[in-house]
């Protein structure tokens, strides 16, 4: 009832820059946090970054000063502007959102992932 549609992904040399976006769209009657995660091979999966309702962000250590989280609630997105990128960056990025869909209806969702790769 809920799907969340990522795009930006794709190879990118050191040093260089993507944007990731993921759309909402479905019953929504909100959306809490919003967060980025990634899996790189051989690796379990991690918070990259999240973001509140209030726009509050956190972001692991080894993204922060390069990675920007933001939110477009009208649009039901969530982005990540990653700069900088280095080949540890290379993984497979999935967004997650908290949906409300009621008072008492409250869904976790995630997206089908997209493919980062940073390779010179």
């Known amino acids: 009832q809920v799907q969340l549609v990522e795009s930006g992904g794709g190879l990118v040399q050191p040093g260089g820059s993507l944007r990731l976006s993921c759309v909402a769209s479905?019953?929504?009657?909100?959306?809490?946090?919003m967060g980025w995660y990634r899996q790189a091979p051989g690796k379990e999966r991690e918070l990259v970054a999240d973001?509140?309702?209030?726009?509050?962000?956190n972001y692991v250590d080894s993204v922060k000063g390069r990675f920007t989280i933001s939110r477009d609630n009208a649009k039901n997105t969530v982005y990540l502007q990653m700069n900088s990128l280095k080949p540890e960056d290379t993984a497979v990025y999935y967004c997650?959102?908290?949906?409300?869909?009621?008072?008492?209806?409250?869904?976790?969702?995630w997206g089908q992932g997209t493919l980062v790769t940073v390779s010179s």
């Open positions: 997650k959102m908290i949906v409300v869909r009621s008072r008492y209806n409250y869904l976790e969702v």
């Open positions: 479905g019953s929504i009657f909100s959306i809490n946090d």
């Open positions: 973001i509140t309702n209030g726009g509050r962000t």
